[in-house]
């Protein structure tokens, strides 16, 4: 064995560019976050073949001080910190003083900067090494030039997938620092096409637009939530716009990107129930907090973090989202498309004339919704749409009932009346609304059942007992959860080899159908493994609530409409089932009116 030596810096350089130089996005990432720290308010990025061929970074920023350039490609060399205490007040995007040095180790690298009353300097260096050092352009601001990266490390392109994949995650660094620092103006450009620009105007719901559309910044809700150790703030992005990975959700800690798998799943359990299974949300949310309670120090790629308290941080996400979608009326407005309507089937012709306002509400006027004001609006070159009237504006009322049904979660609507027997039609001065019924009983009754399910003592006794019998495979699984269900408030014993009889059931269980109720949570118990009503009240509720529910192809007369319309706007979540369908959508008048030509383009 040889004797013990130290490497050579450019072999210790080489090493440490594994960790902190994984692909070109890494380059991107260090280099960008460098120019951050500069205080920079333009940065640039220029990429020739996905970054492998080159990579250039121009900034605006302070720049360097030619004092202290031969010393930049030094590994842990930095401004950023200067005692151990530093590393628990991290401020900066950068501090460990390792990326110039890893990068410059597996690359053809020039830095030239210019910092005012200072000289400007060219500085270039080839696999590690020194190659040249020259006068600089008095241009205040930095330029970093990557080329022929990994070109002294061939073993390292085996992990670059392709060039496709290596500009996505080039762009989705981009947009990420755009989010983050949205007064700053970032232009991506690759092979001299400009891929991404933003403003720098610091309109976080503008960069938003500029990276996912108007669409998406349009049903964008802005968040804001604060305990004495947080501050959360962004933008969430309404259910009806999904994705189908958890790409979408940006998260940041001081404005420093970060990944960290269990504050994610804290943002899908905040949009519970509202979207459908296998979707995920937008979402752009920035934590700001004392460095202090935040571990930045992991990893040299500096995305993974220790968090403090990271309870408390995940109740705060979790209550801040939800309660900014609880605010929104989440009903998804349908949009007319250019396209050759198919033949529609011939139905009952509906009575469209003003019905008469429900008994529980009164007004001062003749109790009717004045509808004579739907007149065709006249085109407008100024105007792409005119703006919706409020209800409030077509009809007087007297009591305060009206008032409270105004602030519920769904606006007021008229039952006008079925379609297919299974979505129920309705109006107001905004436009026309469908409901699912099924959907719309579902999320009732799931409701009932989460917020009943345990939480009642109460018993209903039976003066004939329920009998039921199952099979052998099941009664196998029935006699090991029956502790369970009697701590759920069933009163059940086994009175035969297959046999069970039970005498008394929780008053969470409805009165339409308790003994098929019944049999259903049995059977959803014995085929739950370690039941416990914690884990599995969710599953229960949903289980219940879709079984009891109105099916498809089932007419109601006008007062069952009234009753599920009135029920589902008491509910806490009325827009989406327990699955994340919609319950209710609409098209605006002016949508309407646009597809019968009243409205000219």
Not at 104 to 133: C, H, I, M, W
Not at 332 to 340: F, I, N, V, Y
Not at 556 to 581: A, F, I
């Amino acid at each position: 064995m040889e004797r013990v030596h130290v490497l050579d810096p450019v072999i210790q350089n080489k090493i440490a560019a594994g960790e902190v130089v994984e692909r070109p996005s890494s380059i991107v990432k260090e280099l960008v976050e460098n120019s951050i720290d500069a205080h920079s308010t333009s940065i640039e990025v220029f990429i020739e073949e996905s970054g492998l061929k080159k990579i250039r970074v121009v900034d605006n920023g302070e720049g360097i001080d030619d004092r202290d350039s031969r010393l930049i490609f030094e590994r842990h060399a930095t401004s950023k910190i200067a005692e151990d205490y530093d590393l628990f007040e991290i401020r900066s995007m950068g501090f460990r003083g390792e990326a110039l040095a890893s990068i410059g180790a597996v690359s053809k690298a020039t830095v030239e900067s210019y910092r005012k009353d200072r000289q400007p300097f060219k500085l270039e260096y080839n696999g590690g090494r020194e190659v040249g050092y020259h006068e600089g352009k008095s241009r205040v601001g930095t330029v970093v030039t990557i080329e022929d990266l990994f070109f002294n490390t061939p073993a390292r392109y085996k992990y670059i997938k392709s060039l496709r994949t290596e500009a996505g995650r080039i762009i989705d660094m981009m947009q990420r620092f755009s989010f983050n620092h949205p007064d700053i103006q970032f232009k991506l450009v690759f092979d001299g096409k400009v891929r991404f620009q933003t403003k720098g105007n610091g309109n976080l719901k503008e960069v938003i637009a500029d990276v996912y559309g108007l669409n998406v910044a349009r049903h964008s809700v802005k968040v804001e939530g604060t305990t004495p150790d947080y501050k959360l703030s962004g933008f969430v992005v309404r259910p009806e716009i999904t994705r189908s990975n958890k790409n979408y959700i940006n998260l940041s800690i001081n404005s420093r990107i970060i990944k960290d798998f269990r504050l994610v799943a804290s943002v899908v359990e905040s949009y519970h129930t509202l979207l459908p299974k296998d979707k995920f949300p937008v979402v752009i949310l920035n934590i700001d907090m004392d460095p202090k309670l935040v571990d930045v120090n992991v990893h040299p790629a500096k995305t993974e973090v220790r968090l403090s308290k990271l309870k408390e941080l995940q109740r705060l996400i979790e209550t801040t989202i939800k309660d900014a979608l609880q605010s929104e009326r989440l009903i998804p407005e349908m949009e007319t498309r250019e396209k050759k309507e198919k033949p529609v089937i011939t139905q009952n012709v509906f009575d469209f004339a003003p019905r008469q306002v429900r008994d529980d509400y009164d007004y001062v006027s003749n109790n009717k919704i004045n509808t004579s004001d739907f007149s065709s609006k006249e085109s407008n070159d100024n105007k792409e749409t005119y703006i919706e009237q409020t209800i409030n504006d077509n009809i007087s009322h007297s009591n305060e009932s009206y008032d409270d049904y105004q602030d519920s979660k769904l606006p007021y609507l008229e039952i006008v009346g079925q379609v297919h027997g299974t979505y129920i039609l309705m109006q107001n001065d905004s436009g026309m609304y469908l409901m699912d019924q099924h959907a719309a009983q579902e999320r009732i009754k799931y409701e009932y059942f989460y917020e009943n399910i345990q939480n009642s003592d109460e018993r209903v006794p039976l003066l004939l007992p329920y009998h039921f019998e199952f099979s052998y495979d099941d009664v196998i699984r029935i006699d090991e959860k029956l502790n369970d269900l009697k701590a759920l408030g069933f009163n059940i014993e086994k009175t035969g080899m297959k046999q069970y009889t039970v005498t008394e059931y929780p008053s969470w269980i409805l009165k339409d159908d308790p003994e098929g109720d019944i049999e259903s949570v049995i059977d959803f118990i014995s085929n739950t493994e370690n039941f416990s009503v914690n884990k599995y009240r969710e599953d229960m509720s949903i289980m219940m609530s879709c079984k009891q529910s109105i099916k498809a192809n089932h007419y109601l007369d006008e007062n069952q409409m009234r009753t599920l319309l009135d029920d589902l706007s008491k509910c806490k979540s009325p827009y989406t089932c327990p699955h994340g369908r919609p319950v209710i959508i609409k098209w605006s008048t002016y949508e309407i009116e646009k597809m019968f030509n009243r409205i000219m383009k």
